[in-house]
C-alpha cells in the first residue's frame, strides 16, 4: 500500500509560479532546472515501485530530524522485515568515479550522493533504534534512472542502481513472497508521523506582490499571455491552449495563496492578480467555492 503518495514539492510550484511572473536570475534558474528534473526523476521510479505496494509498504519524500539533524529520503520500502531506502539522482551524461567523489569527464565535482547515502542510513538507523524497531534489515540505494547516464570506475560495491538493473531490481522484490503486516502498518504510521511537512532547506528568490506580473499563467506553456475568448474561456495567445473560465479563477487564487499564504483574500486582491476578469466573475467563484470570514469592506475569504 502506498501510505505516503509522491507530491511534487511546494518548492517546485512555488518557482514555477514564479518563473511565470518574475524574472529570475541565472542561478535560481538552474535550481529551478534542477527540482524539474529531480521530481521527474522521482516520478519515474516512483512509477516502478507502485507494483510492490501490493505486498509492502511504500512512502516517498521523507523529512526526518535525529539528534536534531535532518535527513530526507526519497522513496522507502517497506516489505517482510526489511526496509529499503532510495536516494533517486536524474543524472544525465557520463561521469566517473574518484575514490568517494562523483566528477563529470570534465573533472568538475558533482555534489556526492554517496556521502548523502551513508549520511542519511546512519541518521536512519539510530531514528528505528530510538524508535524500539529492532530484527529490522535496512537497505540504502542509490537509484540513477536516467537512461542516459554513464558512471566509469564505480566499484562493485556501490550500493547503486542504474537504469539497465531496475527492471530486474523491481522483479527480484516482487518475486518475495510478502504481505503488509500489523508491525509494518504501525511503523509507516510512525515514520509518517515524524515526517517534517516545511522543508527549512527551500530556496526561493526574493519576491513581492508589487513586482509580480499579473494575469493568468497559461495551464500550458506559463505564459502571461491570455486572454477570455468568445467562448468565455481562457485562451493563451501563445500556444493556443485553453481552460475553463472557473476553472482558471481557482487555479489562480490557489497560486496566490501559495505564493502569499498570510495574505487576505478580497474579491479586489484577486480581480488584480488575475487582471483579465471581471469584478462580476471573482465574486462569484469566490462565494460559490469560498467562504466568508468577514463581512463588509472589503469582504475576506477563506478555502473551505
Known amino acids: 500500500m502506498n501510505v505516503k503518495p509522491l ?4 518548492e517546485l510550484r512555488m518557482y514555477r509560479h514564479l518563473n511565470s511572473r518574475m524574472e529570475l536570475n541565472e ?4 535550481h529551478y532546472r534542477n527540482l524539474e528534473k529531480g521530481y ?3 516520478i519515474v521510479f516512483s512509477s516502478l515501485l507502485e507494483p510492490l505496494g501490493e505486498n509492502g509498504t511504500l512512502l516517498f519524500d521523507l523529512l526526518l530530524e535525529q539528534n536534531q539533524t535532518l535527513f530526507q529520503i526519497d522513496a522507502t520500502l517497506l516489505l517482510n522485515n526489511e526496509i529499503y531506502l532510495f536516494e533517486v539522482k536524474n543524472y544525465c551524461g557520463d561521469f566517473y568515479m574518484d575514490g568517494e567523489i562523483l566528477r563529470t569527464l570534465s573533472g568538475n565535482e558533482v555534489k556526492n550522493p554517496i556521502l548523502q547515502v551513508k549520511r542519511s542510513e546512519s541518521l536512519m538507523r539510530r531514528l528505528l533504534s530510538e524508535m524500539g524497531v529492532s530484527a529490522v534489515k ?3 540505494y542509490i537509484v540513477f534512472v536516467n537512461s542516459e547516464f554513464t558512471l566509469y570506475q564505480a566499484p562493485p560495491s556501490l550500493k547503486a542502481i542504474f537504469s539497465t538493473q531496475m527492471n530486474r531490481f523491481i522483479a527480484k522484490l516482487k518475486s518475495q513472497p510478502a504481505q503488509v503486516s500489523t508491525r509494518q502498518e504501525k511503523l509507516a504510521a510512525k515514520l509518517v508521523e515524524r515526517h ?3 522543508s527549512p532547506y527551500r530556496k526561493l528568490p526574493e519576491y513581492d506582490y508589487g513586482k509580480l506580473g499579473k494575469g493568468v499563467v497559461c495551464l500550458g506553456c506559463g505564459s502571461l499571455e491570455t486572454e477570455i475568448n468568445h467562448r468565455n474561456q ?3 495567445l501563445k500556444c493556443g491552449k485553453t481552460e475553463a473560465h472557473d476553472e482558471a479563477i481557482l487555479r489562480s487564487i490557489d497560486e496566490y495563496l501559495l505564493l502569499f ?3 487576505l483574500v478580497t474579491t479586489s486582491t484577486i480581480l488584480d492578480w488575475c487582471s483579465i ?3 462580476k466573475a471573482i465574486r462569484r467563484v469566490l462565494n460559490k467555492y469560498f467562504t466568508v470570514v468577514r463581512s463588509g469592506k472589503p469582504t475576506t475569504y477563506k478555502k473551505g
Open 40 to 42: 521527474d526523476g522521482e
Open 27 to 30: 542561478k535560481e534558474i538552474q
Open 7 to 10: 507530491n511534487e514539492p511546494k
Open 277 to 279: 476578469f471581471s469584478i
Open 196 to 198: 517534517i511537512e516545511e
Open 261 to 263: 499564504p498570510n495574505e
Open 234 to 236: 481562457v485562451k493563451c
Open 138 to 140: 535496512l537497505h540504502y
